[in-house]
């Protein structure tokens, strides 16, 4: 699904770095959260436009090991300024989809509680214990998962 129009993607990578600094994958989490799940840009798309953001001059990079954290630069911020309607209405857009996706989220959810239910009934015969300790972990660990979610 292509979500942004052309262009539209480097205000949204840029204010999210004006607002905080951040790792490609941040970045792509960041969007994804502020459209509700819906949609996350993928790194194949934001990789190469962080690259151009550094070329154009709007955003610097440190290098932490194998990973880049992006910082916006002055120049950035100007284009930011210089583009407010457009950003405005792009965040504006991306909170009606939040907005959207927060009642069709609890259907998903119910589904998903549904199909683990039916995966466990379909379980024939007596479980053995290594398939006891092998479905509680998963179950553990989803567990964790959605408490930190």
């Known amino acids: 699904m292509r979500f942004f129009g052309a262009g539209d993607?480097?205000?949204?990578?840029?204010?999210?770095?004006s607002e905080k600094?951040?790792?490609?994958?941040?970045?792509i989490k960041s969007i994804q959260e502020r459209l509700g799940g819906m949609y996350a840009p993928s790194p194949g798309v934001v990789y190469p436009m962080l690259t151009m953001l550094e070329?154009?001059?709007?955003?610097?990079?440190?290098?932490?090991?194998?990973?880049?954290?992006?910082?916006i630069t002055e120049e950035g911020s100007k284009a930011l300024a210089e583009n407010k309607a457009q950003v405005d209405a792009l965040f504006a857009r991306m909170d009606q989809v939040r907005g959207e996706q927060a009642g069709e989220r609890a259907q998903q959810i119910e589904r998903a509680v549904a199909n683990f239910r039916m995966a466990l009934r379909m379980k024939k015969?007596?479980?053995?214990?290594?398939?006891?300790?092998?479905?509680?972990d998963i179950i553990d660990a989803a567990a964790k998962q959605i408490e930190r979610a």
């Open 9 to 17: 993607l480097r205000y949204v990578i840029l204010q999210l770095i």
């Open 21 to 27: 600094p951040s790792h490609g994958y941040e970045i």
């Open 55 to 71: 070329e154009m001059g709007h955003a610097t990079v440190v290098t932490e090991g194998a990973r880049k954290l992006y910082t």
């Open 125 to 136: 015969g007596p479980l053995t214990e290594e398939q006891i300790h092998a479905i509680t």
